[in-house]
């Protein structure tokens, strides 16, 4: 059984620092995707980073807006995945969720206010149950 639990979110100052985790069981050894997905207030979610791989480490995407920003890294010892986010912006305050299955997605997947999807159309296929980023001035 897949679960993905995120943690580390919470309010920062803008120009801070957050780490997120996400725990996860049941991928290990598989060749699934693995990322993070933000939705802002009001509006779809939208890719931020992924990475695919069977070891830690692996081919990571991160979305171009935020490149110089976010790092995306995974520990298959420790079944956890990371996002650290450095000079966050308000714009950056959203509800993060770890996503992950055996389609291809990343930061340019076509997502709804509810899922996202690969390019052949497959949804993500798991989520995680968000953790909200507040950023203040």
């Known amino acids: 059984r897949v679960q993905l639990v995120e943690s580390g979110g919470g309010p920062v100052q803008t120009g801070g620092s957050l780490r997120l985790s996400c725990a996860f069981s049941?991928?290990?050894?598989?060749?699934?995707?693995m990322g993070w997905v933000r939705q802002p207030p009001g509006k779809k979610r939208e890719g931020v980073a992924s990475?695919?791989?069977?070891?830690?480490?692996?081919?990571?995407r991160v979305a171009y807006a935020m490149k110089d920003r976010v790092t995306i890294s995974k520990d298959n010892a420790k079944n956890t995945l990371y996002l650290q986010m450095n000079s966050l912006k308000p714009e950056d305050a959203a509800i993060y969720y770890c996503?992950?299955?055996?389609?291809?997605?990343?930061?340019?997947?076509?997502?709804?206010?509810?899922?996202?999807?690969?390019?052949?159309?497959?949804?993500?296929?798991?989520w995680g149950q968000g953790t909200p980023v507040t950023v203040y001035s």
């Open positions: 049941g991928i290990n050894g598989t060749n699934w995707y």
């Open positions: 990475i695919y791989s069977v070891v830690s480490g692996g081919t990571t």
């Open positions: 996503a992950a299955g055996p389609a291809e997605f990343g930061p340019r997947s076509y997502c709804t206010d509810t899922d996202c999807y690969s390019s052949d159309g497959r949804p993500i296929g798991f």
